[in-house]
């Protein structure tokens, strides 16, 4: 007999410490946390499981709940037909991952909300993203779905089974896609091939690939740039410049509070859906701080600058993590926050500085969004401004970061959005390496601080040297970590280390590497299991292969390895990146943008264990270091014989021979193991950090 939860009460979801899941607690829907709990219920029962995935930032997650399962009429249908269950995406990728798969095989985009509707043993027979509360946008109502889906399951028991059956069956082939390839030699030139299969791919005219809607993907950014640093030409570098200076200047960045939000629903970076994750900060940070090696430039220094301090305003716990997302809404409303109406805009500034500024931001009656509102993008440039209006641009600029201060205090008055506060290993991983490229790009000792601070909090709290846990919520730890959360520890440990030289963070990213071969590798494929081997609640295994909104924990872990190899001296790192870059070798040929971190990791692998160990006190080296952190060199690792201490135990043997050269700091660059000769001048090293090897 179904349940249906009286009105005003709360449902099970209450006591979840998932925010998205207690955004569910009050809906009359009898809803269940996925757990053997309601697993046993529906076999107990016979019932088709509904499985709804979401994420708390979610905007037409809030939509659907809103829609249909605030209604009392559809908790109804859901409560007598089905055993309902929800999942936080960001609490098990994995089920999510696999799931998806199933709005893919019938041929549509997958996306959040993700509804599917199972059998008791887990295997899916209908699938899809937001359902309307009646027919509308191409898709059928909610509750005529539910109606005919229940029908069916009492009616055609047989077409169930075999629809089951063959999703069962692609699900597998998804899962695997590309495993039973031969293995193959990734080079050089094949590098310089995807960035030019990438490059094709690219808006001329407003950066980013494809239309609309248009997502950052700044890992495949990023793979642009590997391409062009081996020689695919100087289109490729513009077309990433092109695309970061648009994405600044557009409405998809936060011009006041700095930070970017998820994509634009156009094709030119303006309209946003106006959530913000901390992935894709982590891995923009990461980008635009690579930038600044290629050319310094005031505007990759100003987004840097501004995300860091979004993140430690807005997304940093007192207690050292990150937090997971900010909400796209308030008070009701999608960007509330964020947009600005002229009579705002007056209302808290001067009329010369809000003439600047409306100027400036584009700011109109009509305005670019909904009801008149306008999401600030920079329309006019100061130097335009300021010739308008006869003025030194000096003079413009210093007026309008004073306006930008009194709007972003104006700004902070209002409802903000909510925010997730699940800390995730593997997302502050991301955070953690993005942070530490910055912090040596930009000589800011207090970002590798903040980095540190949350890299000390997860290892503290999140592993215990062998089981590393995903979430830390309320003071507990909970959900054994997946691949994704090994691998984006590991490859942000290995940068932090980069960043501060203190050895403990290189010997955590050892262990944990270590740890997730021996839990997620399979031996058979030659690929990473997403979820730990022997996961008893998956309907097929799924491989860790696909870079999306975020790289796979296969590609951060290879990554990490890589670099490993070269901080360490440890070759055998290598062994699974090399058989894994060789399996998937046709695949990242044949399909660039959906392998873009694989791509980076397997460009550092070309060149072997590449890196560079400086020599001598931190005063001898620090001229070494500064021009290296300069230096666009992605494939090279950095360490430090501080030879006013003792060296690490672990690197004793790799820093043996490795001194100063005459009282002098020095570099020892080494490829593959095979190390030259030691440099002591600035320049000359930064020379050969961007040399190609064998030259």
Not at 138 to 144: A, C, E, L, Q
Not at 539 to 545: E, H, I, K, R
Request: net charge negative.
């Amino acid at each position: 007999m179904a349940v249906h939860p009286p009105s005003g009460s709360t449902n099970r979801l209450s006591r979840e410490p998932s925010p998205y899941l207690r955004q569910h607690a009050t809906n009359p829907v009898d809803w269940h946390p996925w757990g053997d709990e309601a697993l046993a219920l529906a076999r107990t029962q016979n019932k088709p499981i509904l499985l709804s995935v979401g994420y708390s930032a979610c905007h037409w997650c809030h939509v659907m709940a809103h829609e249909s399962f605030e209604s009392p009429d559809t908790a109804r249908l859901m409560n007598d037909g089905f055993i309902n269950i929800k999942v936080d995406r960001e609490e098990r990728p994995d089920l999510d991952q696999i799931y998806q798969g199933v709005v893919q095989l019938m041929g549509q985009g997958g996306g959040w909300p993700l509804t599917v509707f199972l059998t008791p043993d887990l295997r899916p027979f209908y699938g899809g993203t937001y359902f309307p509360p009646e027919d509308r946008y191409g898709r059928p109502g909610f509750p005529r779905l539910l109606t005919a889906l229940r029908d069916a399951w009492d009616t055609k028991a047989d077409e169930i089974e075999e629809q089951a059956r063959r999703f069962q069956e692609g699900l597998g082939e998804l899962s695997s896609h590309g495993l039973d390839a031969t293995p193959g030699h990734l080079s050089a030139e094949d590098i310089v091939a995807m960035g030019h299969a990438m490059a094709k791919r690219m808006d001329p005219v407003n950066g980013g690939f494809g239309g609309a809607p248009k997502f950052p993907n700044p890992m495949n950014v990023a793979l642009l740039l590997r391409a062009w640093r081996r020689g695919a030409g100087e289109p490729l570098k513009a077309a990433v410049f092109r695309t970061l200076e648009r994405m600044a200047l557009g409405g998809l960045y936060d011009q006041l509070g700095g930070g970017f939000h998820r994509y634009s629903v156009d094709e030119r970076w303006l309209v946003p859906h106006f959530e913000k994750m901390l992935y894709d900060n982590a891995q923009l940070l990461h980008l635009y701080a690579e930038a600044e090696q290629v050319e310094s430039r005031p505007l990759w220094r100003k987004v840097v600058e501004e995300t860091v301090e979004y993140v430690r305003r807005e997304m940093t716990d007192p207690a050292g993590g990150f937090y997971a997302t900010q909400d796209a809404d308030s008070e009701g409303e999608e960007g509330k926050f964020f947009v600005w109406r002229p009579e705002e805009v007056r209302a808290v500034l001067s009329p010369s500085q809000a003439d600047t500024v409306l100027r400036h931001y584009g700011i109109t009656p009509q305005g670019n969004f909904e009801h008149g509102a306008t999401v600030l993008e920079v329309v006019t440039p100061v130097e335009t401004i300021a010739t308008e209006q006869g003025r030194p641009v000096e003079s413009v600029q210093q007026e309008l970061a004073e306006a930008r201060r009194l709007l972003f205090a104006a700004r902070e008055q209002r409802v903000k959005p909510g925010r997730d506060d699940k800390i995730l290993a593997g997302w502050n991983g991301l955070m953690i390496r993005g942070l530490a490229l910055a912090a040596r790009v930009f000589d800011r000792p207090d970002w590798a601080k903040l980095a540190a601070n949350a890299a000390d909090f997860v290892l503290a709290n999140q592993w215990d040297g062998t089981r590393l846990l995903r979430s830390h919520q309320d003071g507990k730890g909970r959900i054994d970590g997946f691949l994704e959360d090994y691998g984006d520890l590991a490859a942000g440990l290995t940068a932090l280390y980069q960043a501060t030289f203190d050895a403990k963070y290189l010997d955590a990213a050892d262990a944990i590497a270590h740890r997730a071969v021996a839990l997620f590798w399979d031996e058979e494929k030659h690929a990473y299991l997403s979820a730990p081997r022997g996961q008893k609640d998956l309907v097929v295994a799924a491989y860790s292969l696909f870079d999306n909104a975020f790289p796979s924990g296969a590609s951060t872990l290879t990554e990490a390895q890589v670099a490993l190899a070269a901080l360490t001296g440890d070759v055998a790192h290598l062994d699974h990146p090399e058989h894994y870059v060789a399996k998937l070798r046709d695949q990242l040929v044949r399909n660039p943008l959906g392998y873009g971190h694989l791509g980076l990791a397997a460009d550092s692998l070309l060149d072997g264990a590449s890196g560079v160990t400086f020599a001598g006190t931190r005063d001898a080296v620090a001229p070494l270091l500064a021009a290296a952190n300069r230096t666009y060199a992605p494939a090279f690792s950095f360490g430090w014989n501080d030879t006013s201490a003792p060296p690490p135990a672990r690197l004793q043997e790799l820093f043996e021979g490795r001194d100063p050269v005459e009282g002098r700091g020095a570099a020892y660059l080494c490829r593959g193991f095979v190390c030259e000769r030691p440099l002591t001048d600035a320049a000359t090293l930064a020379e050969r950090l961007v040399a190609p090897p064998g030259h």
